[in-house]
């Protein structure tokens, strides 16, 4: 039973990571969205109860992930989940340190809509 918990919790936390550095085949077989082009821009959208998520690749791997929340109300759970999971470096600046790696996680506000977006280092 035990190992039962650690593997959902895995499980959870691996689905709520950036994916920077992880292809589009690695993305794509994990997430149920779409895939397109923008311009000549490779991208996959996914959705959850809280956020569009959307991972940008250049020629091999996935080197921007934009996180959008979908209300005040999950701006506000990022934005109180970054400040106790990151390092702070401004009002509006993350960073996150991984075991082989760091990215910066930038709160953006265009298009009357708020971005996380996120960077590898």
Request: proline share 1%.
């Amino acid at each position: 039973m035990k190992y039962i918990i650690i593997l959902i919790l895995s499980l959870s936390s691996l689905y709520g990571q950036a994916r920077l550095g992880y292809t589009f085949s690695e993305i794509n077989s994990e997430i149920a969205g779409s895939s397109g082009y923008a311009e000549t821009i490779l991208y996959i959208k996914a959705s959850t109860s809280r956020a569009d998520v959307v991972y940008v690749f250049d020629d091999y791997e996935c080197i921007i992930t934009m996180i959008i929340p979908l209300t005040e109300g999950a701006l506000h759970y990022y934005i109180e989940k970054y400040n106790n999971e990151y390092v702070i470096l401004s009002k509006n600046k993350w960073r996150m340190y991984s075991n082989n790696s760091t990215a910066t996680i930038e709160l953006r506000y265009s298009n009357d809509k708020y971005k996380f977006i996120w960077l590898k280092d």
